[in-house]
Structures are given as structure tokens and as C-alpha cells.
């Protein structure tokens, strides 16, 4: 098979109708079940009623699905076929220029309309909300990657969108707020005076640069309070998580193409979702005994490093306390992290799939900090052509700190590494970085300490390990 394989082939494709037809829910394969999400009020589990109010019916039962597939609509997947099969690439003149035997692999999720991986589930998303007649949804977003995705998904499907910004991105990247209003969503920075969450802040801080945790209270806030409303979650969630798994199961295929078989996953980190999408259909094998060597590294920002760092405890997944509490690795959720570039990895939680994964040792993570993740994003642009979006780069960063480590020890391994998104709505950020002016950012010890202080009490904390 291997000599079937062009030596110097550089893309590996798939055609449509190699387009996955199923989901692949990770429940399915965990030793044992995710801690339930604890209703704040009673610390009891939460049942699908008490979610109701935020999320339509078919998301909430995919959430707690234990199914190991899940059919794929085909009104999804006719619009997946816009972009989708993405590409997998064999980064060959990286490989060249970093002197590495490894073989290096990216995946690459930029070609989407909104840049990055963030439509598989918004599209899903708002296939499910309009089958059971919502009118709006309403959302946080970080880099503004998540919001171009759920505006696009929602003017696809006829469905009003309303966009909380975190205020520094809404700053840092304006172009970002014209692309989600052309698709006809409202976007406002956040914490903004339209709820009560965001007054609140502002009243305790009008300087507040705004976080994940805080543009989630707030999206949160506006569909409890409306009837037509919904809340939209872009990342952290079960069901969002299988969304993504259209990424790693089209690149197993690919793999498959190229006659490779990987030997490390490397994904940047947020909430969980790409990482998850990622490396998900390749580490079902491992959770199902056979490839156990397989290893699949999680990359985070040091400024932010909730799994490195964050204590595995419940915490709410948002800062004013309007969620459930979930069972993860969190900074505290009042914890504001640093103003970094890659706004889509500012998040004090995980999702719980991965920290369970991360817990039981099935996967690993680093953090690395800026400055050095920016040099990565260029070594890789100037080589490959593809500008990366800063937190794509810390991907790169760690994909090639792993070549790097290859050629140290004269191994031939395969590398294979998820390009979730591109950065031509991020040149500030290289501006600044071109310009010298990136800061890195100490891991903030004090304020989480602080921030940890403040998790939510809860009985059977410890008892439900
Ligand atoms: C391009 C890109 N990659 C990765 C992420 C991290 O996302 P996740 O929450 O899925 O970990 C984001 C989040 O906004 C993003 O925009």
C-alpha cells in the first residue's frame, strides 16, 4: 500500500460522499460516566427539564446520550458540504525547515466560512433550535470565531442572533463584528448594560475587559429571560464536543490515504471542543484497548492554563453563577484571565469529557506562552503560507516543540495536528507581535488563588471522584 502513495503528495482529500454520516459520542467508550451537572440551588443532578428553558429538546437528550453514533441530519450535512471534507495537509516544507524526521501532519479547518471548526456545531446547533420552532438564539463569543459561526448558522436556518462580545476581543478585533452583523446577528461588547450580569460587573469594574465567563452569564441571562431565546454554547458542552468529531473521523480516513498512522495528536485547548473533535475518533481505538501508545497532547495558554494548573472540583461555567455547576478543571469562575491575543482559549473551566480524560491520564497538556506562540504561528506561516489564528498557533507551537523533541532523539514519529482555524481577522495581534510589543503573561498565581476561594460549596465535592 505504501508505494501506492505519491512521495511527494501534500494534500490528502476527501471527496463528498466520504463526508461522516454519524457522530461519535465518547460516553459511549468512558470507563465509567461523566459526574452529573449539580443544580446550584439544590446541589442535586439536574434533569432535561431544568435545561429545557436554555436548550431544545434533541440537544439535551445528546447530551447525556450514551449511544456511541449519532445520525448526522442531512440538512446539516448538506450545508457541511460547503467546506467540508476539510483538507489534510503533510507540512513537508515545515518539516524541512525544522531539520526533523518527524512526519508532520496538519488538518485544517480554516477553509469554513467562519475560519475555524466553530460551524460543525453551530450549524448543528441551529438546524435543532429551528426544528422546534425557536425564533432567537443568543451567545458568547471570544476570538469572535464562535459568534461568525452561529450568525452565519443562524441566517442559514431564518433565526434572530444575539452576540455578547468579551469586550477586548470586540477592541482587538472590529472586523470580527462586521462579518456577524453582514450575516445579520447584533453584537455587543461585553459585560454590556443589556443584562443584569454585565450591569453588574460594570458596576463593580467599568474597566472590565470582559471574559468567556462573564459574556456567558450574560447570553445566559438573555434566553432565560425571553421566550423566543435560546442560548447557543460554542464549546465545553457534550453534545458541542460530538459535533466536532466530524474533524477527527475525516482525518482518520486521511491518515488511512496517506498510509500513516499517528503517533501523537497535538489540538490547542479552550473549552474542550476542538481538542475533543479532534482527537476524539482516534482515541476511541485507545479507550477500546488497541493502540494504546497513541498519545494526544491538549495545548494551552500558560496566562489561562485551566488544565494544567485548575483544581478538578465543581465550579459553575460561568462568573455571575447562572449555570449548573460542572465537574471540571477551573481556575474559578470569577477568575478574569490575562487580555491574550487567542481570546478563544481566555475560559477558567473545561469541558468534562476532556478533564475526566485528562484526570485519568488518556490524554496530556502543556501550556506555552505567548510571545513564543506567535514565533511558532510565523515559522509555520513563512513555511506552509497558512497564517494561523492565535489559538491555532499554540497548535503549532506545540506540534513543533514535539518535532523538535523528535530530533533530539532521532525519532521518525508521526505528528498530526489540528489547524482549527485561520488568523486574517487577527492581524492585530501579529501587529503588535511583529512589532514587538507582545507581552508574555506570568501564570496569574494570586488572582487564581483568589478566584479558587470562591468555588461554589458543594457537599459531595470531593466524594464524587
Ligand atoms: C480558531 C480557534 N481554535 C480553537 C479555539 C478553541 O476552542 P475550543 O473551545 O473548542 O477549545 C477557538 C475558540 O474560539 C478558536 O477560535
Known amino acids: 500500500m505504501a508505494a501506492k502513495v505519491d512521495k511527494n503528495r501534500t494534500k490528502f482529500l476527501l471527496d463528498e460522499k466520504d463526508l461522516p454520516t454519524r457522530w461519535y459520542n465518547i460516553q459511549a467508550d468512558l470507563?465509567?460516566?461523566?459526574?452529573?451537572?449539580?443544580?446550584?440551588?439544590?446541589?442535586?443532578?439536574?434533569?432535561?427539564?431544568?435545561?429545557a428553558?436554555?436548550?431544545?429538546?434533541?440537544?439535551?437528550?445528546?447530551?447525556?446520550?450514551?449511544?456511541?453514533?449519532?445520525?448526522?441530519?442531512?440538512?446539516?450535512r448538506d450545508i457541511?458540504?460547503?467546506?467540508?471534507?476539510?483538507?489534510?495537509?503533510?507540512?513537508?516544507?515545515?518539516?524541512?525547515?525544522?531539520?526533523?524526521?518527524?512526519?508532520?501532519?496538519?488538518?485544517?479547518?480554516g477553509v469554513s466560512p467562519a475560519g475555524s471548526h466553530k460551524p460543525n456545531t453551530a450549524v448543528a446547533q441551529a438546524y435543532y433550535n429551528r426544528k422546534e420552532k425557536v425564533a432567537r438564539l443568543s451567545t458568547e463569543t471570544g476570538a469572535g470565531q464562535w459568534g461568525s459561526a452561529l450568525a452565519i448558522a443562524c441566517s442559514m436556518f431564518g433565526l434572530q442572533c444575539?452576540?455578547?462580545?468579551?469586550?477586548?476581543?470586540?477592541?482587538?478585533?472590529?472586523?470580527?463584528?462586521?462579518?456577524?452583523?453582514?450575516?445579520?446577528?447584533?453584537?455587543?461588547?461585553?459585560?454590556?448594560?443589556?443584562?443584569?450580569?454585565?450591569?453588574?460587573?460594570?458596576?463593580?469594574?467599568?474597566?472590565?475587559?470582559?471574559?468567556?465567563?462573564?459574556?456567558?452569564?450574560?447570553?445566559?441571562?438573555?434566553?432565560?429571560?425571553?421566550?423566543?431565546?435560546?442560548?447557543?454554547?460554542?464549546?465545553?458542552?457534550?453534545?458541542?464536543?460530538?459535533?466536532?468529531?466530524?474533524?477527527?473521523?475525516?482525518?482518520?480516513?486521511?491518515?488511512?490515504?496517506?498510509?500513516?498512522e499517528a503517533d501523537v495528536l497535538v489540538g490547542c485547548i479552550g473549552g474542550g471542543s476542538n481538542f475533543a473533535g479532534f482527537s476524539f475518533p482516534f482515541l476511541m481505538d485507545k479507550l477500546q484497548g488497541k493502540n494504546k501508545r497513541l498519545r494526544a497532547v491538549a495545548v494551552e495558554p500558560s496566562a489561562c492554563p485551566s488544565l494544567t494548573k485548575g483544581k478538578y472540583v465543581?465550579?459553575?461555567?460561568?462568573?455571575?453563577?447562572?449555570?449548573?455547576?460542572?465537574?471540571?478543571?477551573?481556575?474559578?469562575?470569577?477568575?478574569?484571565?490575562?487580555?491574550?491575543?487567542?481570546?478563544?482559549?481566555?475560559?477558567?473551566?473545561?469541558?468534562?469529557?476532556?478533564?475526566?480524560?485528562?484526570?485519568?491520564?488518556?490524554?496530556?497538556?502543556?501550556?506555552?506562552?505567548?510571545?513564543?506562540?506567535?514565533?511558532?504561528a510565523i515559522q509555520f506561516a513563512k513555511a506552509e503560507g497558512i497564517l494561523p489564528a492565535p489559538e491555532a498557533a499554540?497548535?503549532?507551537?506545540?506540534?513543533?516543540?514535539?518535532?523538535?523533541?523528535?530530533?533530539?532523539?532521532?525519532?521518525?514519529?508521526?505528528i498530526v495536528f489540528n489547524l482549527s482555524g485561520h488568523g486574517f481577522l487577527d492581524l492585530s495581534a501579529y501587529e503588535a507581535h511583529l512589532a514587538g510589543k507582545l507581552q508574555d503573561y506570568e501564570y496569574p498565581a494570586e488572582k487564581v488563588a483568589e478566584a479558587l476561594r470562591h468555588l461554589p460549596q458543594v457537599k459531595?465535592?470531593?466524594?464524587r471522584r
Open 394 to 414: 499554540h497548535a503549532v507551537r506545540g506540534a513543533i516543540d514535539e518535532a523538535l523533541r523528535a530530533k533530539q532523539e532521532g525519532r521518525k514519529k508521526t
Open 80 to 109: 457541511y458540504r460547503l467546506w467540508r471534507p476539510t483538507p489534510l495537509y503533510r507540512a513537508r516544507r515545515l518539516e524541512k525547515a525544522l531539520g526533523t524526521p518527524a512526519r508532520i501532519y496538519y488538518k485544517y479547518e
Open 162 to 260: 444575539k452576540v455578547y462580545m468579551v469586550k477586548v476581543s470586540y477592541q482587538q478585533k472590529p472586523y470580527r463584528r462586521v462579518l456577524m452583523e453582514s450575516y445579520g446577528a447584533k453584537v455587543v461588547a461585553s459585560p454590556s448594560a443589556d443584562t443584569q450580569a454585565g450591569k453588574k460587573i460594570l458596576q463593580e469594574d467599568p474597566n472590565s475587559p470582559g471574559s468567556l465567563g462573564i459574556a456567558i452569564s450574560e447570553a445566559v441571562e438573555d434566553a432565560a429571560t425571553r421566550d423566543d431565546t435560546k442560548y447557543s454554547l460554542g464549546s465545553v458542552l457534550n453534545h458541542v464536543l460530538m459535533h466536532q468529531t466530524v474533524v477527527g473521523l475525516e482525518a482518520r480516513k486521511q491518515l488511512e490515504k496517506a498510509d500513516d
Open 31 to 51: 470507563k465509567t460516566p461523566l459526574a452529573p451537572p449539580l443544580h446550584p440551588g439544590t446541589g442535586q443532578p439536574i434533569g432535561p427539564q431544568d435545561l
Open 53 to 76: 428553558p436554555l436548550f431544545p429538546m434533541e440537544l439535551i437528550k445528546q447530551e447525556v446520550s450514551q449511544e456511541r453514533w449519532i445520525e448526522i441530519p442531512d440538512e446539516v
Open 460 to 463: 459531595a465535592q470531593e466524594a
Open 314 to 376: 465543581y465550579d459553575f461555567g460561568d462568573t455571575v453563577g447562572l449555570t449548573p455547576l460542572v465537574k471540571m478543571h477551573t481556575l474559578g469562575h470569577t477568575f478574569i484571565p490575562p487580555s491574550l491575543h487567542a481570546g478563544g482559549l481566555r475560559y477558567h473551566g473545561m469541558a468534562p469529557a476532556i478533564c475526566k480524560l485528562y484526570d485519568e491520564k488518556v490524554i496530556e497538556a502543556v501550556a506555552v506562552p505567548q510571545v513564543a506562540t506567535f514565533q511558532a
